[in-house]
């Protein structure tokens, strides 16, 4: 009996012991906003806009392609404009406008011709994409 109970224990320890180190092996790092588990495909551009307008007015640049079948979706994000990147919002972007609908049809029109693009949102409501 003294033997069973000493078989049962020492086994019981050598499975939970296994166990923990498989789950050690299998260690998953902590999800970050840089940290893209599963891609995300958008219809168009004005969906995108539609789920992503909070941070685009908190200064997040995203930058978008086209995978044809699929749909659109975020090739990396999200970067931010700090007060010393803030220069971007002076120089000449490849379109601009304050029409949501304008803006979401032209990029549209953009990644379906095979481009990426690079958008963002001033202050001023301005949405704005450079051509990469």
């Known amino acids: 009996m003294k033997k ?8 019981g320890i ?16 902590p999800v970050s906003s840089t940290t893209v588990l599963q891609q995300v495909y958008f ?6 806009l ?6 685009l007015n908190q200064g997040h640049v995203y930058t978008l392609a086209l995978e044809p079948g699929k749909g659109v979706y975020i090739v990396s994000s999200p970067a931010s404009i700090s007060s010393a990147t803030d ?7 490849s379109y601009s406008t304050k029409d949501r609908l304008k803006f979401a049809k032209w990029c549209n029109d953009q990644l379906n011709k095979g481009n990426v693009l690079t958008i963002g949102k001033d202050k001023d409501g301005t949405y704005w994409a450079d051509i990469k």
């Open 50 to 55: 539609a789920q992503y307008e909070p941070l």
């Open 14 to 29: 050598f499975v939970n012991c296994t166990m923990i180190s498989t789950v050690a092996a299998n260690h998953v790092s």
């Open 43 to 48: 219809h168009d551009v004005e969906e995108f």
């Open 4 to 11: 069973l109970l000493f078989s049962v224990l020492v086994g």
């Open 87 to 93: 220069l971007l919002a002076v120089r000449q972007h």
